[in-house]
């Protein structure tokens, strides 16, 4: 049976090591271990403008409300 683990999470932008913009997800409670000391970044087109990476974020919170993780 899979083991299922979920969290609350939220969205931000942020500037990476190479100067392009990326999406962070951000856990609220810690509940998942496999992402408890994890950084997830999404990494976005090139020439995507911060404008456009802080509208992707605000439209991710506003849609998604937590992560799921399932493990066999």
Do not use: W, Y
Not at 46 to 66: I, P
């Amino acid at each position: 049976m899979a083991n299922i683990e979920r969290d609350s999470c939220r969205f931000k932008t942020v500037q990476g090591a190479d100067g392009k913009f990326v999406i962070r997800m951000e856990m609220f409670h810690q509940t998942v271990p496999l992402l408890k000391d994890a950084t997830v970044d999404f990494e976005l087109l090139n020439g995507t403008t911060l404008d456009q990476a802080r509208k992707l974020a605000e439209s991710m919170n506003d849609r998604v409300t937590g992560v799921v993780i399932t493990k066999p």
